[in-house]
């Protein structure tokens, strides 16, 4: 079980530390750091550490081990945390490495707390990222301002309140508005507002936050089967709209899923699979030249910044592509056959799904995918109303085949 207040001198404290300076320490955690024997700090706390207690929190690997000596030896060490132990602090990785019962936990005020008082704002209905020594891409951050009004976003060198708004204007996203705070809780805090593109020219310190508004955010949710005038086309086949609701609901995509498109046309359904993830990534494979610039300008249309155009043909274009959690077969030049066999030796499981207009392609994917689990096979054969001669009438489009299977990984 979790420590409390009254039982404080049993295994290890996690204290959060605030953002600033020592106005933000807490009494609590004063008397925390004065019960341990030990205290792991970071160098911005060094001085509210008495010497003969304190050990430096970096390289933070030896610090961990060190810490889960002490734990195991019954010595009262403490581990002072940047801001709030429960927003993106070390909390989640001590809880991995020693366990609930061993810790007590005690609340700081964090820099999400200090930025917007700074700005005046409530931050209850706030979506909070974190791209300091955390994975947060462009697609995502865009994502998630465009689909709400308020996000925080905690920033370091790397990941800056520069990147964020260069990410903004790459993503559409020009006429949010947005507030950066540098070296909050300190005697030099600065809070700057603006627009994303005259924010993007700016240095920032690297301790710093950043927060968006957006006047309009749109509904948060997939979008399945757009309007096929929505794309740029060309002379490139594309795959229509109620197809391409079929092959979403084969591919049972999730948010933060890994897709390989294989023979991406126009990219239709690249830019669908991109917009169903956006917290994933979408290769699109391609070999015509056409094609692929049809998928650059989609891309740049729908400002799918999670997808990654690969030149050439597969299989040999799939050499070195990151892992795929799900792969459509589009289009194979009619070697779906080998495509399938390459497939066969990755190691990871993920959802496969493949069109086919002939019933030649759809007997060869059917062969190729017997061993398969859970293989299944659908005909769509779609009728779209059209004017002719003054009156209505359904014209019959071609029938598409739509097979799908799970690779288990090999054995």
């Known amino acids: 079980m979790y420590g409390s207040r009254g039982d404080s001198t049993r295994g290890i404290t996690v204290i959060g530390g605030g953002p600033g300076d020592g106005d933000y320490l807490t009494g609590q955690a004063r008397a925390a750091i004065g019960r341990a024997e030990r205290v792991y700090a970071a160098r911005r706390y060094f001085e509210f550490v008495p010497p003969e207690k304190l050990r430096p929190l970096e390289p933070l690997a030896a610090a961990l081990t060190a810490i889960g000596a002490d734990c195991r030896a019954g010595i009262r060490a403490a581990v002072i945390v ?36 700074a700005l005046g704002e409530a931050w209850q209905d706030s979506r909070v990222l974190s791209g ?8 995502a951050l865009a ?3 465009r689909t709400n009004a308020s996000v925080v976003v905690f920033c370091d060198a790397e990941r800056s309140p520069a990147w964020v708004c260069a990410t903004l204007v790459r993503a559409g996203l020009p006429d949010t508005s947005v507030a950066v705070g540098e070296r909050l809780g300190y005697a030099d805090e600065r809070v700057t507002i ?27 949710g997939p979008r399945v089967g757009m ?25 049972r995509l999730r948010p933060d899923a890994l897709v390989w498109d294989i023979g991406a046309g126009t990219g239709s359904v690249t830019i669908e699979s991109a917009l169903q993830c956006p917290f994933g990534d979408v290769y699109a494979v391609e070999r015509d030249a056409g094609a692929i610039e049809l998928i650059r300008r989609n891309i740049e249309r729908f400002h799918a910044l999670n997808v990654h155009v690969v030149e050439g043909s597969a299989p040999d274009a799939l050499a070195g592509l990151p892992a795929p959690t799900h792969v459509f077969i589009g289009g194979s030049g009619g070697g779906c056959g080998a495509i399938i066999d390459s497939l066969r030796r990755l190691d990871a499981p993920f959802r496969l799904a493949a069109t086919a207009v002939t019933l030649e392609t759809a007997h060869e994917l059917l062969a190729a995918l017997s061993d398969w689990h859970g293989v299944e096979a659908a005909q769509l054969a779609v009728s779209r109303l059209e004017l002719v001669g ?22």
């Not at 801001?83 to 999400?112: C, H, I, W, Y």
């Not at 300091?132 to 697609?139: F, K, P, T, V």
């Not at 740029?232 to 979403?248: D, L, S, V």
């Not at 003054?390 to 054995?411: K, L, Y």
């Open 194 to 220: 603006g627009a994303p593109g005259d924010l993007a020219r700016g240095g920032y310190d690297a301790l710093s936050m950043a927060r968006v508004l957006n006047p309009d955010p749109e509904p948060a």
């Open 82 to 117: 940047s801001g709030d132990p429960g927003v993106f602090s070390l909390l989640a990785a001590l809880k991995r490495r020693l366990g609930d019962e061993n810790l007590t936990v005690v609340p700081g005020v964090s820099a999400l707390q200090a930025f917007c008082a």
């Open 390 to 411: 003054g009156c209505h009438m359904f014209r019959a489009r071609n029938p598409v085949f739509i097979i799908s299977a799970d690779w288990e990984g090999r054995a």
């Open 143 to 145: 994502y998630t301002v």
């Open 132 to 139: 300091h020594g955390r994975i947060l891409s462009e697609n």
């Open 227 to 251: 309007p096929d005038d929505a794309f740029i086309r060309g002379k490139t086949p594309m795959t229509k709209r109620e197809i391409r609701a079929g092959i979403a609901s084969a591919l």
